[in-house]
């Protein structure tokens, strides 16, 4: 059980749901900001089923966004036609690829499970990871070559990237942000580098959804007081969601990703600065 607490105003629900939506996507760690926000604010954590909430929205709006990939990578992958995209279509092994992409996150992800929602949540180890991804992302800009589309996606690649999701478990690297990164080193371009990193992150967060509804679940399911926040929790981190990858594929034809890499660093010494003043909430 990760958190308690039952009741949550609504205007937290709705603050915490355009967090969640702004931030999953964009590289510059979800977890990070969920966690610190409410410590900011002297909020209580959230519940388990808050959780749900926030990350069932996510899915939805990156479900919603690449429906059409969706299609036509599981068509395509077993043996059907599909006319769609002509750069996934030049790659007919996507979906096994992604498969074996998928593996070391849900390998890495149940061995380190209990640290991830404990003792890694803390803000020396999101502050840092903050300031060490920032500096994975400004060496991948400079790296990469950025050549490649998802036609040229190979199994050595779906395996880095898959390997680099793995760090998506320590709070403050943002899923997003360390498999970009690996995409550029592997050449790709940002929009393709990003496109797969959306797309490779929908099995690993459909999964933990189904875990996360489960221990739900197993504790008696949701509480009648939490229907709402639940609710409104998907809609506003869903709409929110969808919007932002709409805004983040649309700025990656044109610009890099400098902007997001200033402020992982000014967040990662700010969070790191306050920790050393304040007492952060069970460190």
Same mark, same amino acid.
């Given at each position: 059980m990760r958190y308690s607490v039952e009741f949550m105003p609504l205007f937290q629900v709705i603050v915490l749901g355009i967090v969640q939506g702004l931030t999953e996507f964009l590289p510059i760690s979800s977890t990070a900001h969920l966690v610190l926000v409410p410590w900011l604010f002297g909020w209580e954590p959230h519940s388990l089923a808050f959780d749900i909430a926030l990350h069932a929205g996510t899915l939805a709006a990156i479900v919603l966004y690449f429906f059409r990939d969706w299609i036509q990578v599981i068509t395509q992958g077993f043996g059907a036609r599909f006319d769609g995209d002509p750069t996934l279509g030049?790659? @007919?092994? /996507?979906? !096994?690829?992604?498969?074996?992409?998928? /593996?070391?996150?849900?390998? $890495?992800?149940?061995? $380190?499970?209990?640290?991830?929602?404990? *003792?890694?949540?803390?803000?020396?180890?999101?502050? *840092?990871?903050?300031?060490?991804?920032?500096?994975?992302? !400004?060496?991948?800009?400079?790296?990469?070559?950025?050549?490649?589309?998802?036609?040229?996606?190979?199994?050595?690649?779906?395996?880095?990237?898959?390997?680099?999701?793995?760090?998506?478990?320590?709070?403050?690297?943002?899923?997003?942000?360390?498999?970009?990164?690996?995409?550029?080193?592997?050449? $790709?371009?940002?929009?393709?580098?990003? @496109?797969?990193?959306?797309?490779?992150?929908?099995?690993?967060?459909?999964?933990?959804?189904?875990?996360? $509804?489960?221990?739900?679940?197993?504790?008696?399911?949701?509480?009648?007081?939490?229907?709402?926040?639940?609710?409104?929790g998907i809609l506003v981190s869903g709409l929110a969601g969808y919007l932002v990858i709409e805004f983040f594929m649309n700025y990656l034809r044109r610009r890099t990703l400098n902007l997001f890499i200033a402020y992982r660093l000014i967040f990662g010494i700010i969070v790191i600065a306050l920790a050393q003043f304040f007492r952060f909430g069970g460190e």
């Open positions: 030049r790659n @007919r092994m /996507l979906l !096994w690829l992604m498969a074996v992409g998928t /593996l070391p996150i849900g390998v $890495f992800g149940y061995i $380190f499970k209990e640290q991830a929602e404990t *003792t890694w949540r803390n803000p020396t180890v999101i502050g *840092t990871m903050m300031i060490a991804i920032a500096g994975v992302l !400004w060496l991948a800009e400079r790296a990469g070559r950025r050549q490649k589309d998802l036609s040229h996606l190979n199994m050595a690649d779906a395996i880095l990237i898959g390997l680099a999701q793995t760090l998506s478990i320590i709070p403050g690297t943002s899923r997003s942000g360390i498999t970009i990164a690996a995409g550029l080193f592997r050449n $790709f371009d940002r929009q393709a580098a990003a @496109r797969f990193s959306f797309l490779l992150s929908t099995p690993a967060v459909g999964a933990a959804a189904l875990k996360d $509804f489960y221990d739900l679940y197993q504790e008696g399911g949701l509480p009648p007081e939490m229907q709402t926040a639940f609710l409104v």
